[in-house]
RNA sequence: GGCCCGCUAGCUCAACUGGCAGAGCAACGGACUCUUAAUCCGUAGGUUCUCGGUUCGACCCCGAGGCGGGUCACCA
């Protein structure tokens, strides 16, 4: 550690030397509050509407941390958060007594306990009068600068803890997002679906294109998987005779990193029985609004320039025809991989030379249509090569049954109505494995025996859907880094 | 992974063309009983991300590396 900060330390181990030298513990175990800052705040206004102004309340006990101090000499003003709000101290030596002296070891950062009235200062600021004060716990480190913040971008993420007590307003994000995630519960819970937790530690990493991250039992000798998708569970209870469940959770994917993808994120997946997809898409709608409704009061969003309307019914646009529109491709007309991939090259598009035909398309949309959806939109019919766990869609052969959200610029749901056929879903899924061989594309769809077995017992029809919850986060409350979505993004570690 | 940008005191930031590394906040000592970016006087504090090179002299130029951000690629 550099010298400096050491002293900075050491200052503050002086203080915390002198405080237990006067017998007082830095760290006592509780303190009971009787409010809150914001509610001693209100005990004031209530005061003063009943009474008119120059009153003082009944004494209360209030706790948080200091954040910052005025001192002087014989009085001090300091200003106390807690998790809801702040509200001033006023010390004076004529109250306090000798206790005043407690106020020489205070540092910024440390928690207080204090007792008192509350009164309004000549210049209207609600503040507590202290007759007792409490060291509830002593703080070694110094905060981050009053005016600034801390801005450091690495440090931020780094030390979450930091950033939240020096930029209160981060929390506000995370509140919303609890306030979403409850919503999208209550949403689901009110139309009778069942929350449920299935295995994040797999023997098959399954239910989507990705790879996963892997891990070791000791006990059971055996390699296992950190799940990459909770679907094939979720429809293993479908069989099982659930008519409707979700799962909100966490998903693992050991891939890249950028504004929109961390490697653990978490996923909203529910299956419907006797539903499809269409049936799905107005579920959905119905409860990105409903969300933005009830923690946002709105169903207007504003994401950076643009204003989003969540407001039901969303867009429907065909696959094929936006690429044909957007990129001037004819995905039917290219049907073959090397067609597909010259015709992409020659219009200027950069594409994989390795891939599949469906593979192919998913970049294609990616690369001319996602960018350009920024009001909510359902991308509808999928080519169903790139859809192994999607029904065919009747009277359009090649074509599941499949759509995507999407808003901002970005996906945030995927959903279609469930391949139920054990013998198709066999075929498919054999079909994905010729790929991996074919494409040494170690993201494909993998084999797991005991989903068919599942299917065989017979599954009805479902409609089944997956949301990126941290990118609705990100749509909700505006933030264009999925790192201000998560407390703590994923970071190298340092050496 | 490619390219671009950033990394200087605990925090936020300066430092000319390569010429003594500075300020504000925080800290420390002192004054101060209605301040709120409190004020006033004084003090201390640096591996300029790391390693190497060029140079009389490097925060600055060159090379390698680290971490982060952006972008492209990758990626349901």
């Known amino acids: 550690m550099p010298e400096r900060e050491e002293e900075l330390i050491r200052s503050r181990r002086d203080k915390l030397q002198r405080i237990r030298e006067k017998g007082i513990d830095p760290y006592p175990t509780r303190f009971p509050r009787t409010h809150t800052t914001r509610l001693a705040a209100e005990l004031l206004l209530n005061l003063e509407a009943s009474d008119g102004e120059g009153g003082r309340t009944s004494a209360v006990s209030v706790a948080g941390r200091v954040i910052t101090s005025r001192i002087m000499g014989k009085a ?5 958060r807690d998790g809801v709000g702040k509200i001033q101290l006023h010390l004076r030596r004529d109250v306090l007594g000798d206790d005043y002296d407690l106020v020489r070891d205070l540092d910024l950062g440390d928690f207080l306990g204090v007792h008192g009235p509350v009164f309004r200062t000549r210049t209207g600021e609600a503040t507590i009068e202290v007759e007792q004060l409490t060291i509830l716990s002593k703080s070694m480190h110094p905060l981050p600068e009053k005016w600034h913040g801390l801005r450091d971008v690495e440090q931020r993420y780094r030390q979450r803890y930091a950033d939240l007590i020096s930029n209160p307003e981060v929390a506000q994000v ?24 299935t295995p994040v530690l797999v023997p098959i990493a399954a239910g989507a294109f990705a790879k996963p991250f892997v891990t070791h039992h000791h006990t059971l000798d055996e390699q296992l998987y950190l799940r990459i998708a909770t679907e094939l569970y979720l429809k293993r209870l479908i069989v099982g005779g659930f008519d409707k469940v979700y799962e909100l ?3 693992f994917r050991n891939e890249g990193m950028d504004q929109d993808h961390n490697p653990e994120f978490t996923t909203l997946e529910s299956y419907e029985a006797y539903a499809d997809y269409n049936d799905v898409m107005q579920m959905v709608e119905e409860m990105v609004s409903t969300a933005a409704l009830e923690t946002l009061g709105s169903c207007q969003v504003q994401f950076g320039e643009e204003t989003i309307d969540l407001t039901p019914p969303w867009k429907r646009l065909s696959l094929r025809d936006e690429i044909l529109k957007r990129g001037n491709i004819d995905i039917e007309e290219y049907n073959t991989a090397a067609s597909l991939e010259a ?4 219009l200027g598009l950069e594409v994989r030379a390795e891939g599949s035909w469906g593979r192919l398309v998913d970049k294609l949309l990616s690369l001319l249509v996602e960018p350009q959806l920024m009001q909510p939109t359902f991308m509808v019919d999928y080519p169903d090569e790139m859809s192994p766990l999607a029904k065919p869609k009747a009277g359009m052969p090649g074509y599941a049954e499949r759509f995507e959200a999407y808003a901002a610029g970005m996906e945030f749901a995927n959903a279609y109505t469930e391949l139920n056929d054990p013998d198709l879903q066999r075929e498919r899924l054999l079909g994905q494995e010729e790929m991996r061989r074919l494409y040494q594309d170690d993201e494909v769809e993998r084999l797991d025996e005991d989903f068919l077995v599942s299917l065989g017992l017979g599954m009805p029809p479902t409609g089944g859907l997956g949301v990126g919850i941290d990118r609705l986060v990100m749509l909700l409350t505006g933030q264009t880094s999925i790192r201000d979505v998560l407390l703590f993004p994923q970071m190298r570690s340092l050496k």
């Open 76 to 80: 001090a003003f300091l200003d106390l």
């Open 174 to 197: 995370f509140v919303q997002r609890s306030q979403i995630i409850n919503s999208i519960r209550g949403f689901l819970n009110r139309r009778g679906f069942v929350e449920v937790d």
């Open 249 to 251: 959770g966490k998903v």
């Open 343 to 346: 015709r992409a090259r020659e």
